[in-house]
Protein backbone atom coordinates (compact mmCIF):
# COMPACT_ATOMS: atom_id res chain seq x y z
CA UNK A 1 0.00 0.00 0.00
CA UNK A 2 2.81 2.45 1.22
CA UNK A 3 4.59 1.67 -2.46
CA UNK A 4 1.40 2.34 -4.07
CA UNK A 5 0.88 5.46 -2.54
CA UNK A 6 4.06 6.81 -3.41
CA UNK A 7 4.00 5.97 -7.49
CA UNK A 8 0.66 8.01 -7.12
CA UNK A 9 2.53 10.98 -4.89
CA UNK A 10 5.65 10.98 -7.57
CA UNK A 11 2.75 10.65 -10.54
CA UNK A 12 0.76 13.84 -9.72
CA UNK A 13 3.67 15.86 -9.05
CA UNK A 14 4.89 15.11 -12.02
CA UNK A 15 1.87 14.11 -14.92
CA UNK A 16 4.40 13.09 -17.55
CA UNK A 17 6.02 10.62 -15.07
CA UNK A 18 4.50 7.52 -16.77
CA UNK A 19 3.88 8.75 -20.03
CA UNK A 20 7.13 9.93 -22.65
CA UNK A 21 7.51 10.29 -26.24
CA UNK A 22 9.81 7.32 -28.27
CA UNK A 23 13.19 8.48 -29.28
CA UNK A 24 10.86 8.13 -33.30
CA UNK A 25 8.55 10.54 -32.24
CA UNK A 26 11.30 13.26 -30.64
CA UNK A 27 12.80 13.13 -34.12
CA UNK A 28 9.71 13.50 -36.14
CA UNK A 29 8.80 16.61 -33.58
CA UNK A 30 12.53 17.92 -35.04
CA UNK A 31 11.44 17.50 -38.46
CA UNK A 32 8.00 19.70 -37.43
CA UNK A 33 10.13 22.46 -35.51
CA UNK A 34 12.15 22.49 -38.87
CA UNK A 35 9.13 24.02 -40.62
CA UNK A 36 9.27 27.77 -41.41
CA UNK A 37 6.40 28.56 -38.83
CA UNK A 38 5.11 30.96 -41.74
CA UNK A 39 4.54 27.84 -43.33
CA UNK A 40 0.39 26.52 -43.23
CA UNK A 41 1.90 23.66 -40.72
CA UNK A 42 -1.94 21.94 -40.31
CA UNK A 43 -0.42 18.71 -41.56
CA UNK A 44 1.01 18.48 -38.02
CA UNK A 45 -2.19 19.29 -36.01
CA UNK A 46 -1.50 16.30 -34.36
CA UNK A 47 2.31 16.04 -33.86
CA UNK A 48 2.89 17.03 -30.56
CA UNK A 49 4.81 15.80 -27.42
CA UNK A 50 1.37 15.55 -25.17
CA UNK A 51 0.34 12.75 -28.39
CA UNK A 52 2.64 9.99 -27.02
CA UNK A 53 1.85 7.37 -29.72
CA UNK A 54 3.59 9.11 -32.65
CA UNK A 55 2.29 6.30 -34.88
CA UNK A 56 -0.80 7.78 -35.36
CA UNK A 57 0.32 10.96 -36.20
CA UNK A 58 -1.05 12.13 -39.73
CA UNK A 59 1.22 11.32 -42.74
CA UNK A 60 3.45 8.30 -40.54
CA UNK A 61 3.69 4.77 -40.75
CA UNK A 62 4.93 2.03 -38.63
CA UNK A 63 5.19 -1.32 -37.91
CA UNK A 64 6.27 -3.47 -34.87
CA UNK A 65 10.04 -4.77 -35.02
CA UNK A 66 11.07 -7.63 -33.07
CA UNK A 67 13.09 -6.70 -30.39
CA UNK A 68 12.20 -3.04 -30.14
CA UNK A 69 9.61 -1.86 -27.32
CA UNK A 70 7.77 0.61 -29.09
CA UNK A 71 6.68 0.84 -32.74
CA UNK A 72 9.15 1.64 -35.66
CA UNK A 73 8.35 4.94 -37.71
CA UNK A 74 9.15 3.55 -41.62
CA UNK A 75 7.96 6.11 -43.30
CA UNK A 76 6.74 9.89 -43.54
CA UNK A 77 4.29 10.97 -46.13
CA UNK A 78 3.77 15.03 -46.02
CA UNK A 79 3.47 15.92 -49.52
CA UNK A 80 1.65 18.83 -51.10
CA UNK A 81 1.63 20.82 -48.05
CA UNK A 82 3.61 23.87 -49.39
CA UNK A 83 5.99 23.77 -46.21
CA UNK A 84 9.36 25.45 -46.16
CA UNK A 85 12.05 24.29 -43.90
CA UNK A 86 15.27 22.41 -43.50
CA UNK A 87 15.61 18.73 -43.06
CA UNK A 88 16.57 17.90 -39.31
CA UNK A 89 19.37 15.93 -38.84
CA UNK A 90 17.54 14.23 -36.12
CA UNK A 91 15.77 12.46 -38.96
CA UNK A 92 19.06 10.11 -39.24
CA UNK A 93 17.74 8.78 -35.91
CA UNK A 94 14.71 6.85 -37.80
CA UNK A 95 16.72 3.42 -38.51
CA UNK A 96 13.60 1.99 -39.73
CA UNK A 97 12.54 5.11 -42.06
CA UNK A 98 12.47 3.77 -45.32
CA UNK A 99 10.26 6.27 -47.40
CA UNK A 100 10.29 10.04 -46.72
CA UNK A 101 7.85 11.96 -48.88
CA UNK A 102 8.25 15.64 -49.39
CA UNK A 103 7.12 16.41 -52.82
CA UNK A 104 5.76 19.63 -53.11
CA UNK A 105 7.45 21.52 -50.65
CA UNK A 106 9.86 23.93 -50.20
CA UNK A 107 12.78 21.58 -47.77
CA UNK A 108 16.65 22.25 -48.02
CA UNK A 109 19.57 20.08 -46.87
CA UNK A 110 20.62 16.59 -47.38
CA UNK A 111 18.87 13.64 -46.19
CA UNK A 112 20.67 12.23 -43.22
CA UNK A 113 22.04 8.74 -42.44
Known amino acids: MKLFLLFLFMLLQNPNFAFSLSPDGLSL ?3 KSAVDQTSDIS ?8 NTDPCHWS ?4 MNVAGYSDPCIVAIAISRQNLR ?4 SKLGALIFLGGLHLYSNCFYGSIPL
Open 85 to 88: GYIP
Open 59 to 62: GISY
Open 29 to 31: LAL
Open 43 to 50: AFTNWNKN
